[in-house]
Protein backbone atom coordinates (compact mmCIF):
# COMPACT_ATOMS: atom_id res chain seq x y z
CA UNK A 1 0.00 0.00 0.00
CA UNK A 2 1.50 3.11 -1.03
CA UNK A 3 2.30 5.52 1.92
CA UNK A 4 0.05 7.96 3.13
CA UNK A 5 1.27 11.77 1.51
CA UNK A 6 1.74 14.84 3.42
CA UNK A 7 0.62 18.65 2.30
CA UNK A 8 1.17 21.10 4.80
CA UNK A 9 0.39 24.72 4.13
CA UNK A 10 3.08 27.82 5.40
CA UNK A 11 0.91 30.55 5.20
CA UNK A 12 3.86 32.66 6.66
CA UNK A 13 3.06 35.96 7.69
CA UNK A 14 -0.17 36.41 6.01
CA UNK A 15 -3.56 36.20 6.83
CA UNK A 16 -6.21 38.06 8.80
CA UNK A 17 -9.33 37.18 10.67
CA UNK A 18 -11.37 37.69 8.34
CA UNK A 19 -8.68 36.10 5.37
CA UNK A 20 -8.68 32.99 7.73
CA UNK A 21 -12.66 32.13 8.22
CA UNK A 22 -12.62 32.57 4.18
CA UNK A 23 -9.74 30.50 3.35
CA UNK A 24 -10.93 27.86 6.21
CA UNK A 25 -14.59 27.99 5.27
CA UNK A 26 -13.28 27.22 1.60
CA UNK A 27 -10.97 24.37 2.34
CA UNK A 28 -13.80 22.69 5.01
CA UNK A 29 -16.12 22.37 1.86
CA UNK A 30 -13.80 21.58 -1.12
CA UNK A 31 -12.49 18.79 1.12
CA UNK A 32 -13.97 15.37 1.91
CA UNK A 33 -15.37 14.48 5.97
CA UNK A 34 -12.05 12.03 5.80
CA UNK A 35 -9.42 12.28 3.11
CA UNK A 36 -7.51 9.19 1.53
CA UNK A 37 -3.82 8.42 1.22
CA UNK A 38 -3.10 12.19 2.34
CA UNK A 39 -3.28 14.32 5.49
CA UNK A 40 -3.28 17.93 5.30
CA UNK A 41 -1.89 20.76 7.54
CA UNK A 42 -1.78 24.74 7.70
CA UNK A 43 0.89 26.60 9.45
CA UNK A 44 -0.64 29.51 10.68
CA UNK A 45 0.73 32.73 12.25
CA UNK A 46 1.20 32.14 15.84
CA UNK A 47 -1.66 34.66 16.86
CA UNK A 48 -3.76 33.01 14.83
CA UNK A 49 -3.47 29.02 16.36
CA UNK A 50 -6.64 29.58 18.61
CA UNK A 51 -8.88 31.02 15.42
CA UNK A 52 -7.22 27.99 13.21
CA UNK A 53 -7.80 25.49 16.15
CA UNK A 54 -11.58 26.28 15.87
CA UNK A 55 -12.39 27.10 12.00
CA UNK A 56 -10.50 23.35 11.60
CA UNK A 57 -12.31 21.49 14.34
CA UNK A 58 -14.15 18.45 12.91
CA UNK A 59 -12.35 18.58 9.36
CA UNK A 60 -9.29 16.64 8.67
CA UNK A 61 -7.29 19.99 8.71
CA UNK A 62 -4.35 19.85 10.87
CA UNK A 63 -3.05 22.59 12.85
CA UNK A 64 0.77 23.55 12.38
CA UNK A 65 2.75 26.60 13.93
CA UNK A 66 5.94 28.49 12.22
CA UNK A 67 8.17 28.12 14.83
CA UNK A 68 9.05 27.05 18.26
CA UNK A 69 11.39 27.96 21.12
CA UNK A 70 14.67 26.27 22.03
CA UNK A 71 13.66 26.82 25.67
CA UNK A 72 11.03 25.73 27.89
CA UNK A 73 9.97 28.93 29.70
CA UNK A 74 10.89 32.20 31.01
CA UNK A 75 12.84 35.29 29.47
CA UNK A 76 12.48 34.95 26.56
CA UNK A 77 10.47 38.01 24.83
CA UNK A 78 8.68 36.92 21.94
CA UNK A 79 8.70 33.19 21.84
CA UNK A 80 6.53 30.48 22.00
CA UNK A 81 7.41 27.51 23.78
CA UNK A 82 6.53 23.64 22.35
CA UNK A 83 3.96 23.12 25.18
CA UNK A 84 2.35 26.35 24.79
CA UNK A 85 1.64 25.14 20.73
CA UNK A 86 0.86 22.16 22.31
CA UNK A 87 -1.96 23.70 24.13
CA UNK A 88 -3.67 24.70 21.19
CA UNK A 89 -3.91 21.47 19.63
CA UNK A 90 -0.55 21.92 17.56
CA UNK A 91 0.48 18.54 15.82
CA UNK A 92 3.44 20.03 13.37
CA UNK A 93 5.68 22.95 13.74
CA UNK A 94 8.35 24.02 11.45
CA UNK A 95 11.53 24.30 12.53
CA UNK A 96 14.76 25.82 10.37
CA UNK A 97 13.01 27.55 7.75
CA UNK A 98 15.36 29.00 5.56
CA UNK A 99 13.36 32.66 6.67
CA UNK A 100 14.15 31.83 9.80
CA UNK A 101 17.95 30.61 9.28
CA UNK A 102 18.31 33.61 7.16
CA UNK A 103 16.54 36.61 8.71
CA UNK A 104 16.56 35.02 12.23
CA UNK A 105 20.19 33.87 11.95
CA UNK A 106 19.19 30.26 13.31
CA UNK A 107 22.02 28.29 13.43
CA UNK A 108 21.95 24.27 12.64
CA UNK A 109 22.15 23.74 16.47
CA UNK A 110 19.53 26.25 17.23
CA UNK A 111 17.61 23.96 14.36
CA UNK A 112 17.79 20.95 16.03
CA UNK A 113 17.49 22.24 19.63
CA UNK A 114 14.21 23.45 18.17
CA UNK A 115 13.37 19.94 16.88
CA UNK A 116 13.87 18.31 20.45
CA UNK A 117 11.91 20.41 22.35
CA UNK A 118 9.01 19.82 19.52
CA UNK A 119 9.58 16.07 20.36
CA UNK A 120 9.10 16.13 23.68
CA UNK A 121 6.22 17.69 23.79
CA UNK A 122 4.40 15.40 21.23
CA UNK A 123 4.53 18.14 17.95
CA UNK A 124 6.28 16.73 15.03
CA UNK A 125 8.69 18.96 13.60
CA UNK A 126 8.92 19.64 10.64
CA UNK A 127 12.60 19.91 9.35
CA UNK A 128 13.35 22.35 6.86
CA UNK A 129 16.99 21.76 4.98
CA UNK A 130 17.95 23.39 1.44
CA UNK A 131 20.89 25.14 -0.24
CA UNK A 132 21.28 28.40 -1.38
CA UNK A 133 21.53 29.38 -5.13
CA UNK A 134 24.87 30.13 -4.91
CA UNK A 135 25.69 26.52 -2.75
CA UNK A 136 24.00 24.71 -5.57
CA UNK A 137 25.99 26.18 -7.96
CA UNK A 138 29.07 25.34 -6.23
CA UNK A 139 28.20 22.06 -6.25
CA UNK A 140 27.35 22.05 -2.61
CA UNK A 141 23.87 21.00 -2.66
CA UNK A 142 24.35 17.64 -0.75
CA UNK A 143 27.08 18.46 1.44
CA UNK A 144 24.97 21.54 2.69
CA UNK A 145 21.49 19.39 2.96
CA UNK A 146 23.35 16.38 4.63
CA UNK A 147 24.98 18.56 7.44
CA UNK A 148 21.51 20.62 8.27
CA UNK A 149 19.87 16.99 8.93
CA UNK A 150 22.78 15.53 10.98
CA UNK A 151 22.41 18.67 13.69
CA UNK A 152 18.86 17.20 14.19
CA UNK A 153 19.87 13.53 13.82
CA UNK A 154 22.65 14.18 16.18
CA UNK A 155 20.74 15.68 18.63
CA UNK A 156 17.65 13.53 18.70
CA UNK A 157 19.10 9.98 18.48
CA UNK A 158 16.19 7.45 18.25
CA UNK A 159 13.49 10.16 18.41
CA UNK A 160 14.98 10.85 14.78
CA UNK A 161 11.81 8.53 13.16
CA UNK A 162 9.26 10.76 14.54
CA UNK A 163 10.25 14.11 12.81
CA UNK A 164 9.39 15.21 9.02
CA UNK A 165 11.64 16.62 6.89
CA UNK A 166 11.15 19.05 4.06
CA UNK A 167 13.88 19.39 1.56
CA UNK A 168 13.15 23.26 0.36
CA UNK A 169 15.97 24.67 -2.29
CA UNK A 170 16.29 28.38 -0.80
CA UNK A 171 16.17 29.41 -4.91
CA UNK A 172 12.72 27.97 -5.46
CA UNK A 173 10.99 29.64 -2.32
CA UNK A 174 8.77 32.21 -3.59
CA UNK A 175 10.55 32.48 -6.78
CA UNK A 176 8.60 30.73 -9.24
CA UNK A 177 11.22 28.41 -10.14
CA UNK A 178 10.79 25.12 -8.88
CA UNK A 179 13.40 22.16 -8.68
CA UNK A 180 12.99 19.65 -11.23
CA UNK A 181 11.28 16.52 -10.25
CA UNK A 182 14.75 14.48 -10.53
CA UNK A 183 16.38 17.02 -8.73
CA UNK A 184 13.99 17.19 -5.81
CA UNK A 185 14.00 13.39 -5.51
CA UNK A 186 17.56 13.33 -6.22
CA UNK A 187 18.31 14.94 -2.90
CA UNK A 188 15.85 13.32 -1.36
CA UNK A 189 17.38 9.85 -1.73
CA UNK A 190 20.58 11.30 -0.33
CA UNK A 191 18.27 13.09 2.83
CA UNK A 192 16.56 8.97 2.88
CA UNK A 193 19.75 7.53 2.67
CA UNK A 194 21.21 9.64 5.72
CA UNK A 195 18.04 8.86 7.95
CA UNK A 196 18.21 5.38 7.06
CA UNK A 197 21.74 4.95 8.59
CA UNK A 198 20.75 6.76 12.08
CA UNK A 199 17.24 4.56 11.92
CA UNK A 200 15.36 1.32 10.68
CA UNK A 201 12.31 3.40 10.21
CA UNK A 202 14.27 5.34 7.53
CA UNK A 203 11.40 4.39 5.35
CA UNK A 204 8.19 5.97 7.18
CA UNK A 205 9.82 9.39 7.69
CA UNK A 206 8.00 11.48 5.48
CA UNK A 207 10.16 13.97 2.92
CA UNK A 208 8.49 16.88 1.95
CA UNK A 209 9.58 18.66 -1.26
CA UNK A 210 8.93 23.11 -1.00
CA UNK A 211 9.94 25.60 -3.34
CA UNK A 212 6.85 27.09 -5.81
CA UNK A 213 5.09 23.91 -5.59
CA UNK A 214 1.53 24.65 -7.45
CA UNK A 215 -1.55 23.23 -8.47
CA UNK A 216 0.58 22.37 -12.09
CA UNK A 217 3.72 21.00 -10.99
CA UNK A 218 2.23 18.81 -7.77
CA UNK A 219 1.44 15.81 -9.80
CA UNK A 220 4.93 15.29 -10.92
CA UNK A 221 7.04 16.11 -7.79
CA UNK A 222 5.04 13.80 -6.26
CA UNK A 223 5.03 11.22 -8.03
CA UNK A 224 8.94 10.81 -7.37
CA UNK A 225 9.19 7.30 -5.24
CA UNK A 226 11.11 9.54 -2.06
CA UNK A 227 9.28 12.89 -2.15
CA UNK A 228 6.02 11.92 0.15
CA UNK A 229 4.18 15.44 0.44
CA UNK A 230 4.76 18.77 -0.22
CA UNK A 231 5.52 22.20 2.12
CA UNK A 232 3.72 24.86 0.07
CA UNK A 233 3.70 28.34 0.74
CA UNK A 234 1.91 31.32 -1.98
CA UNK A 235 -0.06 28.33 -3.28
CA UNK A 236 -1.62 27.23 0.32
CA UNK A 237 -3.19 30.70 0.92
CA UNK A 238 -5.34 30.39 -2.41
CA UNK A 239 -8.39 27.74 -1.67
CA UNK A 240 -8.80 26.15 -5.09
CA UNK A 241 -5.09 25.76 -5.84
CA UNK A 242 -4.43 24.28 -2.38
CA UNK A 243 -7.34 21.96 -3.03
CA UNK A 244 -5.58 20.83 -6.41
CA UNK A 245 -2.66 20.23 -4.53
CA UNK A 246 -4.00 17.98 -2.20
CA UNK A 247 -5.79 16.22 -4.45
CA UNK A 248 -2.55 15.35 -6.70
CA UNK A 249 -1.69 13.97 -3.25
CA UNK A 250 -4.80 11.69 -2.86
CA UNK A 251 -4.52 9.43 -5.74
C1 LIG B 1 7.70 27.86 1.97
O1 LIG B 1 7.54 28.97 2.45
O2 LIG B 1 8.00 26.93 2.70
C2 LIG B 1 7.50 27.69 0.53
C3 LIG B 1 7.76 26.52 0.00
O3 LIG B 1 7.04 28.78 -0.17
P1 LIG B 1 6.56 28.80 -1.70
O4 LIG B 1 5.69 27.58 -1.94
O5 LIG B 1 5.81 30.07 -1.86
O6 LIG B 1 7.80 28.74 -2.56
Known amino acids: ?23 LQALRAGLPQQLSGCAVAVAVPAPYLAQVQS ?39 LVGHSERRQYHGESDVTVAAKAQKALAAGVTPVVCVGETLAEREAGLTMEVVRRQLAAVIHANGHCISEIVVAYEPVWAIGTGRTASPEQAQEVHAVLRLQLAAATQQADRIPLLYGGSMNATN ?19 LKAADFLQIIAAASV
Open 1 to 23: MAKQKLIAGNWKMNGSLAANEAL
Open 218 to 236: AAQLLAQPDIDGGLVGGAS
Open 55 to 93: LAAGSPIQLAAQDVSQHDAGAYTGEASASMLREFGVRYV
